[in-house]
């Protein structure tokens, strides 16, 4: 069957002076409430930028925002200018009317909460959508979009930029023996209306997935109320540690720990290999991070809610699927 994205997978095996004669991929964004619409254009959209990302325009918008979220009331009009002024973004009333209009979609929108009704909507279009982090503000819309992605045939992925930074890259693929574990620090400011880790913890614990991979079998968490401590134990006993700070933005670091070697990363701030990652998958309909492993990384934040809410007590990742409907389907 032939799709609107599948048409461009054969330039993207094209190489030299073939390659550069590649049709450019027209994306559109939903949701100019997020700062990552302004980094991604600059990306995209200015060749003389030295991070340039070849291949894809951000053409197309809908400006979307929610009343009740700050962090998308008071931005939402200003990023929408900054685009139509800075990048020569056209925008459109409605999300049925941008779509005729571009080749892939950029689900950006800050407050998770739309997404499932978002995702729904451009699905009907059948055309590649990544998503922004968190994919959803609940566990159960999360599994719900990828649902109606397979059952549609979408290519439908998520993920936050800081898995793709040079930094991670090299540590994963790092010579470090058996893996015993992972610590990861960041920033977790949170979202009354989002799950506490979704709204920007999701960033450290996306990093320790990254270098732990999936097979979290229980989640503990020590709350105070400047930090978080999530603890997860995996598969043959290795342990990953999420530790989130909310009174001073310390950054990131990341240390693995192995039975030959312990190291470290500390990743720059950059939307570059996030972007790229974009491009490729949008011309391969290849999604870099499967949706499995999306869907556990939401469940290992949600069991560290439930956890919370038990006093610090371990919850089973199997629980907290089980009573969210379960991943048959995916």
């Not at 566990?139 to 991670?168: K, M």
């Not at 009174?247 to 720990?257: L, Q």
């Not at 999604?287 to 809410?309: C, G, H, N, Q």
């Not at 038990?310 to 699927?321: F, H, M, S």
């Amino acid at each position: 069957m032939v799709t609107p994205f599948n048409r461009f997978f054969p330039l993207f095996l094209l190489t030299g002076a073939a390659a550069l004669a590649a049709p450019e991929l027209r994306i559109g964004i939903l949701g100019t409430d997020s700062s990552h619409s302004v980094e991604l254009s600059k990306l995209f959209n200015v060749p003389s930028n030295p991070d340039h990302v070849p291949g894809a325009r951000i053409v197309a918008a809908w400006k979307g925002g929610s009343p009740d979220v700050e962090k998308s009331a008071s931005r939402v009009e200003g990023f929408a200018a900054e685009l139509r002024r800075t990048y020569g973004v056209r925008f459109y009333s409605s999300i049925e009317e941008m779509m005729p209009q571009v080749d892939a979609v950029l689900i950006l929108s800050v407050d998770a909460r739309p997404h499932l009704d978002e995702a729904r909507r451009v699905f009907a279009f059948h055309k590649p959508v990544f998503i922004d982090k968190p994919m959803a503000a609940d566990l159960g819309d999360a599994i719900a979009i990828f649902r109606l992605a397979r059952r549609a045939r979408i290519p439908c992925f998520s993920a936050s930029g800081e898995r793709f930074t040079p930094d991670i890259v090299r540590l994963k693929g790092a010579d470090i023996g058996r893996q015993q574990g992972v610590f990861v620090y960041g920033p977790c400011p949170t979202e009354p209306h989002h799950p506490d880790f979704y709204w920007y913890g999701i960033h450290a614990v996306e990093k320790c997935y990254t270098l732990m991979g999936p097979g979290c079998l229980t989640v503990a968490r020590t709350h105070t109320a400047d930090t978080d401590v999530i603890t997860g134990v995996w598969s043959g006993g290795r342990v990953g540690t999420v530790w989130g700070t909310r009174s001073a933005d310390h950054g990131f670091d990341t240390i693995e720990f192995g039975s030959k070697a312990i190291m470290g990363a500390v990743p720059p701030l950059t939307y570059r290999p996030l972007a790229v990652q974009m491009v490729k998958f949008f011309r391969t309909g290849v999604a870099p991070v499967p949706p499995a492993e999306t869907i556990e990384i939401l469940a290992f934040m949600t069991a560290a809610d439930e956890s919370k809410r038990r006093g610090g007590a371990p919850v089973p990742l199997a629980e907290v699927l089980q009573a969210s409907g379960g991943t048959d389907g995916i």
